[in-house]
């Protein structure tokens, strides 16, 4: 299987969902992704006295850590301006995408679910563009993708907050359809490729974000029910 992930932001990959990349890489399925920014605009710029273009720069070999890392099948990084997708005509953001998606014809997506887990505007635009992309492919009668996968939060029942103040969302127990277990191996590697992000290391510790993921990542499926959820972003698709 072929499956796409497309995120705004260098490190959202490493947020959790590298965990699930290795174990499907493990498996042999191809694993690419896109990232429309460089994110030279994080505020982390400011503590090291470098431009937004310099971040960007800087994370650029960060992400190029983490691709060497995961091994993925292809990394693919735009620069589009960081924490300023919500100015940009959407219109630009879905022809670039389209393009990219039909060139690759992947089996599976995976995008930010509708709350973006951090709720951050970036992260809102990926959901909106991208769900807009899986429909009008359906609509064109394109036999892929067959899976819009969106990832989020489970919902442990108490108020998460972000060192940097944001309020982490989750969803519902009813709309997760999907709850990847990982092994020691997977977790491993996501904890190898978010020590890529060495600019954010303070940001990563304080976070705590390895004890939230704990030994699984849910997800959405887009227009799809499965109950009880299934554990694989493949199932049913062969």
Same mark, same amino acid.
Not at 27 to 51: F, P, Y
Not at 65 to 89: A, F, N
């Given at each position: 299987?072929r499956?796409?992930y ?6 959202d990959?490493s947020f959790g ?11 042999g /399925?191809?694993? /690419?992704l896109?990232t429309w920014?460089?994110g030279?605009?994080t505020?982390?710029?400011h503590?090291?006295?470098l431009?937004? &273009?310099?971040?960007?720069d800087? +994370?650029?070999q &960060?992400?190029?850590s983490v ?7 292809s990394m693919?990084v #735009?620069?589009y301006p960081?924490?300023g997708l ?8 879905e022809?670039a995408?389209?393009?990219?998606m039909?060139?690759?014809r992947?089996?599976?997506i995976v995008?930010?679910?509708?709350h973006?887990i951090s709720g951050? /505007?970036? /992260?809102l635009?990926?959901h909106?563009?991208v769900k807009?992309?899986f429909v009008a492919?359906?609509?064109e009668?394109a036999? #892929?993708?067959? +899976? ?5 939060l489970?919902d442990s029942?108490a108020?998460?907050?972000r060192?940097d103040?944001? +309020?982490?969302k989750?969803?519902?127990?009813e709309d997760?359809d999907?709850i990847?277990p ?5 977790i491993?590697?996501m904890?190898?490729c ?5 600019t954010y290391k303070?940001?990563i510790?304080e976070?705590?974000?390895v004890e ?9 499926f887009?227009?799809?029910?499965s ?11 062969s």
């Amino acid at each position: 299987m072929r499956i796409l992930y497309i995120f705004p932001h260098p490190d959202d990959e490493s947020f959790g969902p590298a965990a699930v990349m290795h174990r499907q890489l493990r498996a042999g /399925h191809e694993v /690419h992704l896109l990232t429309w920014t460089r994110g030279g605009a994080t505020k982390q710029r400011h503590r090291l006295g470098l431009s937004i &273009e310099e971040m960007g720069d800087v +994370r650029f070999q &960060e992400m190029l850590s983490v691709e060497r890392t995961l091994g993925l099948t292809s990394m693919t990084v #735009w620069d589009y301006p960081d924490s300023g997708l919500k100015e940009m005509d959407p219109r630009e953001l879905e022809r670039a995408t389209s393009a990219y998606m039909k060139d690759l014809r992947p089996d599976v997506i995976v995008t930010y679910a509708v709350h973006g887990i951090s709720g951050f /505007h970036d /992260h809102l635009v990926a959901h909106a563009v991208v769900k807009r992309l899986f429909v009008a492919l359906r609509d064109e009668g394109a036999d #892929w993708p067959r +899976r819009l996968a969106l990832l989020t939060l489970e919902d442990s029942g108490a108020p998460v907050f972000r060192p940097d103040g944001f +309020r982490l969302k989750h969803s519902t127990p009813e709309d997760i359809d999907c709850i990847v277990p990982l092994d020691p191996a997977d977790i491993a590697i996501m904890k190898s490729c978010l020590a890529c992000y060495e600019t954010y290391k303070d940001t990563i510790e304080e976070s705590g974000i390895v004890e939230k993921v704990g030994t699984s990542i849910p997800f959405e499926f887009y227009r799809e029910n499965s109950d009880p959820p299934v554990d694989d972003l493949f199932t049913g698709l062969s």
